[in-house]
């Protein structure tokens, strides 16, 4: 079974350009997520999807970042425009979604590696 | 505020010999804990879980231990192999949903 692909792998821009990131997650997954790990620390979640809504985006710098997943599968996350802060690697997840106090284990890709100049 | 702490960032062991990996957390509310494991250029990936309800949860070479009363989750790698050699992390969920909150990671080293 594929895992979740992510595009691309690496991405250098300077500041106040902007950049878009995709994440195909594992089929058949209902709830889709994206992560942002800064060197040194944990993955802090930044969006949550249950299909194409929006379940919690609490921690999501709306300002400056947004995410879509039109269709309910493939999603995109967009920094516009992007700062020196933001350098990180952007992590995306999927889950089938389940509920009722079952295990919904989280599979990750492989991340995309942002350095801001 | 880091809610999740594994105040350990490395960790070295030989091969053959117990690995020990300590978090500890500070919100109460947190009632199901995991750890992932995570290789270089890779995306975490899940190894083991724990339910607030049990003290102790056993797979193969993994083993976590929960003691509630003191906030402290531990994972008990025996024997460690060479292949073990990567970050681990401590996750934290709270109540039934499923926002990982993530500890800093522990990078641990099975040398030969």
């Known amino acids: 079974e594929a895992g979740v692909a992510q595009s691309p792998r690496y991405k250098i821009i300077e500041k106040r350009q902007s950049v878009a990131f995709w994440c195909n997650p594992i089929s058949g997954h209902a709830t889709l997520y994206w992560y942002q790990q800064i060197l040194g620390q944990g993955p802090k979640l930044l969006i949550q999807f249950q299909n194409n809504g929006v379940v919690d985006d609490s921690q999501l710098p709306k300002d400056r970042f947004s995410a879509e997943r039109l269709k309910g599968v493939d999603s995109t996350l967009k920094i516009q425009p992007a700062k020196l802060e933001d350098s990180a690697v952007y992590l995306c997840?999927?889950?089938?979604?389940?509920?009722?106090?079952?295990?919904?284990?989280?599979?990750f890709g492989p991340g995309t590696r942002l350095t801001v100049l | 505020d880091q809610q999740v702490k594994q105040n350990s960032p490395s960790l070295s062991v030989q091969e053959g010999r117990i690995s020990i990996l300590n978090c500890d957390y500070t919100?109460?509310?947190?009632?199901?804990f995991l750890w992932y494991k995570k290789y270089p250029a890779e995306g975490p990936t899940f190894l083991i879980s724990?339910?607030?309800?049990?003290d102790k949860n056993e797979d193969g070479r993994f083993t976590v231990f929960l003691n509630k009363s003191a906030k402290h989750l531990s994972l008990h790698i025996v024997p460690s192999q060479p292949g073990d050699s990567a970050v681990y992390f401590c996750?934290?969920?709270?109540?039934?949903?499923?926002?990982?909150?993530f500890g800093t990671g522990t990078q641990l080293k099975v040398e030969l």
């Open positions: 996750v934290a969920i709270t109540g039934g949903g499923n926002k990982l909150t």
């Open positions: 997840a999927s889950s089938l979604g389940l509920a009722g106090g079952e295990q919904d284990t989280q599979y």
């Open positions: 724990i339910s607030s309800i049990k």
């Open positions: 919100n109460s509310m947190f009632d199901y």
